[in-house]
T-cell receptor, first 112, second 113 residues
Framework: NAGVTQTPKFRVLKTGQSMTLLCAQD?????MYWYRQDPGMGLRLIHY???????AKGEVPDGYNVSRLKKQNFLLGLESAAPSQTSVYFC???????????FGPGTRLTVT | DAKTTQPPSMDCAEGRAANLPCNHS???????VYWYRQIHSQGPQYIIH???NNETNEMASLIITEDRKSSTLILPHATLRDTAVYYC??????????????FGKGTHLIIQP
């Protein structure tokens, strides 16, 4: 099993550009999450999904959109990137909210 | 608001037991205690979790006080590869709402050779 994979690993955007980050899991997990981590900080929840076709806002959702069209994939979109969105983005999945979360390797995004 | 309090950093000699404390004095009856760690630049890794009983797995032991207001993560024989930031997190058993984990700043554990 590959576990949780994230694409791309690195990306540099100019202000105003758009992009989509892809998260894929092969563990048949119902729950998926997107977090961001800024330097010296813990992770903060952006959006999450409790099942295929569902999404919900987390702690810091502004400037991001998400979609969960297939159970194994969770997409994070930036419609108009801003320098404040420079961060490392982690995706995670879990069988249920009470179970452990499995994290991907992260995507390092720089917005100039 | 942080629901847990951890020391910002700790040192431990290689081969010794590393004991990482965590205070969670406002924990509710329906909240688990989770421990994760993050090795530099990698995604967080689940270690262990518990409700009120002590727990042990192949990675670590978790000791939770009887009043559940604090806990200790024990790495029995620390190695250099255990150098990481360790996060203590309290989270509901079942939320239905914002089920993500709330990460604080954690404890940076440095294993000394």
């Amino acid at each position: 099993n590959a576990g949780v994979t994230q694409t791309p690993k690195f990306r540099v955007l100019k202000t105003g550009q758009s992009m989509t980050l892809l998260c894929a899991q092969d563990m048949n997990h119902e729950y998926m999450y997107w977090y961001r981590q800024d330097p010296g900080m813990g992770l903060r929840l952006i959006h999450y999904s409790v099942g295929e076709g569902t999404t919900a806002k987390g702690e810091v959702p502004d400037g991001y959109n998400v979609s969960r069209l297939k159970k194994q994939n969770f997409l994070l979109g930036l419609e108009s990137a801003a320098p404040s969105q420079t961060s490392v983005y982690f995706c995670a999945s879990s069988r249920h909210s009470a179970y452990e979360q499995y994290f991907g390797p992260g995507t390092r995004l720089t917005v100039t | 608001d942080a629901k847990t309090t951890q020391p910002p950093s700790m040192d431990c000699a290689e081969g010794r037991a590393a004991n990482l404390p965590c205070n969670h004095s406002t924990i509710s009856g329906n909240e688990y205690v989770y421990w994760y760690r993050q090795i530099h630049s990698q995604g967080p890794q689940y270690i262990i979790h518990g409700l009120k009983n002590n727990e042990t797995n192949e990675m670590a032991s978790l000791i939770i006080t009887e009043d559940r207001k604090s806990s200790t993560l024990i790495l029995p024989h620390a190695t250099l590869r255990d150098t990481a930031v360790y996060y203590c997190i309290v989270s509901p058993i079942s939320g239905g709402g914002a089920d993500g984990l709330t990460f604080g700043k954690g404890t940076h554990l440095i294993i000394q050779p």
